[in-house]
């Protein structure tokens, strides 16, 4: 069956036809059959080179063989259990390893899960109410966080989600991205606040980088006030390095969230810290935290694979920075007008002059620029995520051929 005819179907019986509002591309999405690799195939036939990569997860590229290895001998083995298994402690020490800050941590299911955990963690812990977030950061889709959030929150025009009580949103704060004096503003002016938590690179709107110091300050202001830090490193755990964003920028957090490729392509979410915040979380506690799937066999046999795989391969961070850095060249030299934004495997071209700094600069860009780029780009065989905010991701699986393709593509359509 053809895209459209699936898509036909799919929309009797599916809210937008799709299972995440930023998968529902007009006129329809196109269906995947299979992905190896850097690539994709469609169910029209199409072969197309991925620089969404599952919006970040896949950073070992698609059915990785030592990804699919651990997950076929975990599968012998079956899946599930509901009783602890010799994979956490394993996998805990790897992590531990890479975060030094998370010294108890747990396994969750998902990114948002492991955001919505931690917030609740810093309530417990500091006994107070507030959170502050960064306007155009993402946390995952729960009530909390939903509140000038970035992904498809931000492309959909839906800063604020029907259904979210405003009783509970107001302990939502807000603070702009790179601007270290609102936070102190904010931390001086509200004495009730539990936790900042931030992406410490705003991957979901951009990416939006941080400005020199900035998240030194942020770790400052936090300490001086005594609110928890919480790097929310869903996107940036073992993307930017092994240590991710804490790791590149020498920050200890309190608390940090990791998600996306920690899973190795497979549903994950971690959260951890400091000992004595941790240990607020039951049993040893009393926040109370729970989860059918969590330390999923499957999702731990990949993630664990994963974590060996870069230990055996501490090249690929410089060769994904190479990559990024000749299709970064290839933009420059098609003299187009907008800002190339590049940290390591993390790239977006913005259709406004200058990179932006925060949230409302970046909403400055213009988009119907990108959604002309974005045709432009899947015509030549390159399947871009399809919004002006969603972060390109490459992988290790990346050739030098797609790596061409892609800037070729850009240099194309961007002159
Ligand atoms: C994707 C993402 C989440 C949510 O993770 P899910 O696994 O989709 O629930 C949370 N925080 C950040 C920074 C993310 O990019």
Request: with cysteine; proline share 6%; aromatic share 8%.
């Amino acid at each position: 069956m053809k895209s459209s005819e699936l898509y036909a179907r799919a929309v009797k019986l599916m809210p937008g036809g799709v299972s995440s509002p930023v998968r529902a591309i007009k006129p329809h999405p196109f269906y995947t059959l299979a992905g190896r690799g850097g690539r994709i195939v469609t169910a029209d036939g199409q072969d197309l080179i991925d620089c969404c990569m599952a919006y970040g997860p896949l950073l070992l590229g698609h059915a990785h063989p030592a990804i699919l290895a651990a997950i076929r001998s975990q599968l012998e083995k079956g899946w599930l259990y509901g009783t602890p298994t010799p994979l956490e402690p394993e996998m805990a020490g790897l992590i531990r390893g890479d975060y030094p800050s998370m010294e108890l941590m747990r396994f969750v299911s998902s990114g948002s899960e492991a955001t919505m955990s931690a917030i609740r963690v810093a309530r417990g812990f500091t006994g107070r109410s507030d959170i502050v977030k960064v306007e155009g950061g993402f946390h995952g889709a729960h009530d909390a966080v939903l509140v000038k959030a970035g992904s498809g929150a931000t492309t959909l025009g839906v800063p604020d989600s029907a259904g979210v009580l405003p009783d509970l949103t107001r302990h939502t704060l807000q603070v702009p991205y790179n601007d270290p004096s609102s936070l102190e503003d904010t931390l001086a002016r509200n004495g009730d606040v539990a936790a900042f938590i931030l992406e410490p690179v705003l991957g979901n709107i951009g990416p939006v980088l941080p400005e020199r110091k900035y998240l030194d300050e942020v770790r400052s202001i936090t300490k001086a006030h005594d609110v928890l830090l919480i790097f929310d490193e869903v996107i940036t755990g073992y993307r930017l390095g092994r240590g991710g964003a804490q790791g590149l920028y020498g920050i200890r957090p309190d608390l940090t969230t990791l998600g996306k490729i920690v899973g190795g392509g497979l549903p994950i979410g971690v959260f951890g810290g400091r000992r004595e915040i941790m240990d607020y979380v039951a049993p040893c506690g009393p926040v109370y935290q729970a989860g059918t799937f969590s330390g999923n066999p499957l999702s731990l046999a990949a993630g664990i694979a994963t974590i060996r795989y870069l230990q055996e391969n501490s090249d690929i961070y410089n060769r994904l920075d190479d990559m990024a850095q000749t299709i970064g060249e290839a933009v420059h030299d098609s003299g187009g007008k907008g800002s190339f934004v590049q940290l390591g495997s993390m790239f977006k071209y913005f259709f406004r002059e200058k990179p932006p700094r925060n949230y409302r600069e970046a909403k400055e860009s213009d988009t119907g620029a990108f959604a002309g780029l974005w045709k432009e780009m899947l015509s030549r065989g390159i399947f871009l995520p399809p919004s002006q905010f969603e972060t390109n991701f490459l992988s290790a699986a990346h050739t030098d051929e797609d790596i061409e393709a892609i800037a070729t593509g850009y240099q194309e359509c961007l002159s």
